[in-house]
C-alpha cells in the first residue's frame, strides 16, 4: 500500500463546475497535511494547508479532513482553465520528522 | 523577491561526470529540504538540513550522492560520477524552523544527463 493515495485521473471538469480532489493516507500518526499545485514542467507551488479535522477555506479552495478516516481532499469552486494542473496531497506524518510524503498527483483538466 | 532560488535551472552533464545544485532558501528560513522528481513519478524526499546539520538523510541513495548547509552560503546537492538514471527535476524547498511549518519550493534544477 501506497503511503499516499491520489487517483491520477486525468480529471475532466467543465469550466465553472466544482472539481473535486481526495487523497488517503496509511500513517495514522500523521499530523499535517498540504496540497500543492504544479503545472507542467513547474515547481510544486502551495495551496493549503490543514491541521485539523474539518473544512478550511481559502478563497475558491476549500481543504477538508478527516483523521479518523485518513482521507483529506480539495474542492476548486467556479474551475478555470488555469486551474489545469496536477494537484499532489502532501503529508507530513509527525513520527517521522519534517520531510513531506507526497502522493503521485491528480491532473485536473478544466475544459472550456 | 525573496523566494527559494536554486541554480543552475538546467544542467547538462555526461556519464561520469559531477553535478554540483545549489539552493538558497526563503529569507528568514534556516531549514532546507531536498526532493526528486523522476520523469512520469512523484516526488521524493531525498534529506532535510538545518545549517551545519544534516538531520535526515533516510531518502539519499546510498552512494554518489551528498548535501551540505554550510554556515554560509547556499545549500549544495552533490552528486558524483553520474548516470542516465540521474536525469531529472531537483527541487528545493525551506522552511522557517519549527517541525511541521509549511516548505516553500524553488524553481528546481532539470539535470540531464547524456
Known amino acids: 500500500q501506497k503511503e499516499v493515495e491520489q487517483n491520477s485521473g486525468p480529471l475532466s471538469v467543465p469550466e465553472g463546475a466544482i472539481a473535486s480532489l481526495n487523497c488517503t493516507y496509511s500513517?495514522?500518526?500523521?499530523?499535517?497535511f498540504f496540497w500543492y499545485r504544479q503545472y507542467s514542467g513547474k515547481s510544486p507551488e502551495l495551496i493549503m494547508s490543514i491541521y485539523s479535522n474539518g473544512d478550511k477555506e481559502d478563497g475558491r479552495f476549500t481543504a477538508q479532513l478527516n483523521k479518523a478516516s485518513q482521507y483529506v481532499s480539495l474542492l476548486i469552486r467556479d474551475s478555470q482553465p488555469s486551474d489545469s494542473a496536477t494537484y499532489l496531497c502532501?503529508?507530513?506524518?509527525?513520527?517521522?520528522?519534517?520531510?513531506?510524503?507526497f502522493g503521485g498527483g491528480t491532473r485536473v483538466l478544466v475544459k472550456p | 523577491n525573496a523566494g527559494v532560488m536554486q541554480n543552475p535551472r538546467h544542467l547538462v552533464r555526461r556519464r561520469g561526470q559531477e553535478a554540483r545544485l545549489r539552493c538558497s532558501p526563503m529569507k528568514g528560513h534556516s531549514h532546507v529540504y531536498w526532493y526528486r522528481q523522476l520523469p512520469e513519478e512523484g516526488l521524493k524526499f531525498m534529506v532535510y538540513l538545518q545549517k551545519e546539520n544534516i538531520i535526515d538523510e533516510s531518502g539519499m541513495p546510498k552512494e554518489r550522492f551528498s548535501a551540505e548547509f554550510p554556515k554560509e552560503g547556499p545549500s549544495i546537492l552533490r552528486i558524483q560520477q553520474v548516470v542516465r538514471g540521474d536525469s531529472a527535476a531537483y527541487f528545493c524547498?525551506?522552511?522557517?524552523?519549527?517541525?511541521?511549518?509549511?516548505?516553500?519550493f524553488g524553481p528546481g534544477t532539470r539535470l540531464l544527463v547524456l
Open positions: 502532501a503529508v507530513n506524518p509527525q513520527a517521522a520528522g519534517n520531510k513531506l510524503t
Open positions: 524547498a525551506s522552511s522557517p524552523g519549527a517541525p511541521q511549518e509549511t516548505q516553500y
Open positions: 500513517d495514522r500518526v500523521s499530523q499535517s
